[in-house]
């Protein structure tokens, strides 16, 4: 990337340090675009500069349209660029604020707002709610599993660890009537039940699979990173844990958590001939050797 500002026209390290802090807390508390994302990274790395750097340098920088550098201030609640600069420039003049210390790694960074996610999830996981969901899923027979997209790699994690212990786990992982007709079917055979992951961005056809399911007169759990939205309103109970926008794609390390919270609590309320089966499978796969010694 070209540099817009010469190297010489830079603020002090510690008024860097209070600019970089502000301009993290901005980012963390925002969804953003891919591009959005590149213009944060871009100003991150250069905390020393961004107050001084118009929105055609950036665009210019970042390989982008000037308006989109508009977009990413409209997207931090400002009323446009200048204002968002104002912000960041105001850190230099507020000699109240701490001295936020030397700018973390980058990639340290990111991992710390993902630890910030989990404390997240922690705080707002209620074991009995937890348990409750688990306890519906656990009966359904068969129980469908729905993942599109970029959630699809969670539904069949939790699929693939499920189907250890309960009988009938079928995993659906392709939108449109191919969706309908299984998730119709399931019902048939006697599913109350399914369980959907829906994680941003969020996929029109996981919307109309989930407005399908209750037609077809299944319940629905979902899993996702916001209580209220346009895939919440078709679910019957939500289940929330934060996805990490900081990465250049998002980071889904909470919502694998809580797959992992839910398949425990799920195996626990299946009856106990079925938890047998996941001590069954350990004696037979030690007999075969399909595992490498530790």
């Known amino acids: 990337m070209s540099e817009?500002?010469?190297?010489?026209?830079?603020?002090?390290?510690?008024?860097?340090?209070?600019?970089?802090?502000?301009?993290?807390?901005?980012?963390?508390?925002?969804?953003?675009?891919?591009?959005?994302?590149?213009?944060?990274?871009?100003?991150?790395?250069?905390p020393d500069r961004a107050v001084f750097l118009t929105s055609v340098d950036i665009a210019e920088a970042v390989g982008i349209s000037q308006p989109s550098v508009t977009r990413f201030a409209f997207a931090l609640g400002f009323t446009g660029f200048p204002e968002f600069r104002d912000h960041l420039r105001a850190a230099l003049r507020d000699g109240r604020e701490p001295d936020a210390g030397p700018a973390p790694d980058p990639i340290q960074a990111m991992v710390d707002s993902e630890i910030r996610n989990l404390e997240l999830l922690r705080d707002g996981l209620g074991a009995t709610r937890l348990g409750e969901v688990a306890a519906r899923l656990a009966a359904s027979r068969p129980l469908p599993v729905v993942g599109l997209r970029v959630s699809a790699p969670l539904a069949h994690l939790f699929g693939y660890l499920a189907a250890k212990a309960h009988p009938d786990v079928r995993v659906i992982d392709t939108p449109g009537s191919t969706l309908e007709d299984r998730l119709s079917r399931a019902a048939q055979a006697g599913a109350t039940w399914t369980l959907a992951f829906g994680l941003p961005r969020y996929p029109r056809e996981l919307r109309e699979g989930l407005i399908w399911a209750r037609r077809a007169g299944l319940r629905v759990a979902l899993v996702t990173d916001h209580s209220v939205g346009a895939l919440a309103e078709h679910a019957d109970v939500v289940l929330t844990a934060p996805v990490s926008s900081q990465f250049a794609f998002d980071s889904q390390a909470a919502p694998s958590v809580l797959c992992a919270a839910l398949v425990h609590s799920m195996v626990y309320a299946l009856p106990t001939e079925e938890q047998a089966a996941i001590e069954e499978f350990e004696n037979t796969a030690a007999e075969r050797r399909l595992f490498l010694p530790e």
């Open 4 to 46: 817009p500002v010469d190297a010489g026209v830079a603020v002090a390290s510690d008024d860097a340090s209070r600019v970089a802090a502000r301009l993290r807390e901005l980012v963390e508390g925002h969804r953003l675009s891919p591009a959005q994302r590149r213009i944060a990274r871009y100003l991150l790395d250069r």
